[in-house]
Structure formats: structure tokens, C-alpha cells
């Protein structure tokens, strides 16, 4: 679906404020398996980058519809982005350390739990975030995480 370069439109409704695949198109980041101490949120460049290689990397592959892999800094071919997006791993079920991260955690956790499960899925979600997290920043991942995920089939 789309060549190098291109911006997906439904990559600003799918992916955290945080992603580079926000502002930028297919191939010109990188896809990891998770946060963590190899990529961190720029506030001047408005998304993450590997700390080692500066290169723009996405962190929650479920999200963007991607498989890991180094499309930006080693110029690996971008695949066909299915339909179906791969499943979140069990260290994307991990609360994260930082609220950035909040808004994948929260997605990973509703699109693993049953459909007959999931008003206590959020619950649940919900009161674990509350433990580590401010009110404000779990009301607000939860908003636009539910303003997404609902609109899923």
C-alpha cells in the first residue's frame, strides 16, 4: 500500500502524539518492539529517535500497522501495511514508566482482552494506570484512546 515517503492519513488518528509516523511517511523511521532506553521523545523535533542513531523510530509497531525493522536507518523495503496490524507483545501489557507511553499501553491492553471482557478490561486499565499515573494524564490517554479504538471494527 504506498511507496517511501508517503504519510499515511490514518497514521494521526492510529499512533501516539509522540510517533514520528505523525508528521513523517512510509520508510522514513525506524520500527521497534518497544519503549525504552534506546529511544526517547524529542520535544524540539515534536517525536521519539534512537538515542544511538538520532534516526525517527516508532515504538508500538501494533499501532502503525508495521513490523519492527530499520526502515530509515538501514534503508530496509517498507512492507505491504495490512489490514490487520500485528498484536501487541506482552512487554507492550507492561504499565509503562512514562506517560507518553500511556496511550500504547492502553491500546495494547483492549486489543488483547475479549470483547465480552473489555467495560472490565478498562476498569482494570484504568485503576492500574491511576497507581503510577496523574488523574489528567489517564483521562486523557483514555479519551483519545477510546475515540479511536471505538471506531474500530
Not at 51 to 61: A, D, G, Q, S
Not at 99 to 119: N, Q, S
Request: glycine share 6%; charged share 20%.
Amino acid at each position: 500500500m504506498g511507496t517511501t515517503g508517503q504519510r499515511l492519513d490514518c497514521w494521526q488518528e492510529s499512533t501516539c502524539v509522540v510517533c514520528p509516523a505523525q508528521v513523517l511517511g512510509l520508510g522514513e523511521f525506524d520500527v521497534s518492539d518497544r519503549p525504552g532506553p534506546d529511544s526517547r521523545y524529542e520535544p524540539e523535533i515534536g517525536y521519539r529517535v534512537n538515542v544511538h542513531t538520532l534516526t525517527p523510530v516508532c515504538v508500538h509497531p501494533y499501532r502503525v500497522g508495521l513490523p519492527v525493522g530499520p526502515y530509515a536507518s538501514a534503508g530496509k523495503p517498507v512492507p505491504p501495511i495490512t489490514q490487520q496490524p500485528p498484536a501487541p507483545s506482552s512487554a507492550h501489557l507492561e504499565l509503562p514508566e512514562d506517560a507518553t507511553d500511556l496511550e500504547g499501553w492502553l491500546i495494547a491492553t483492549l486489543r488483547t482482552a475479549d470483547a465480552d471482557a473489555m467495560a472490565s478490561a478498562l476498569r482494570r486499565a484504568e485503576a492500574i494506570a491511576a497507581r503510577r499515573f496523574p488523574a489528567r494524564d489517564v483521562v486523557a490517554a483514555m479519551r483519545r484512546v477510546l475515540s479511536v479504538e471505538l471506531t474500530h471494527d
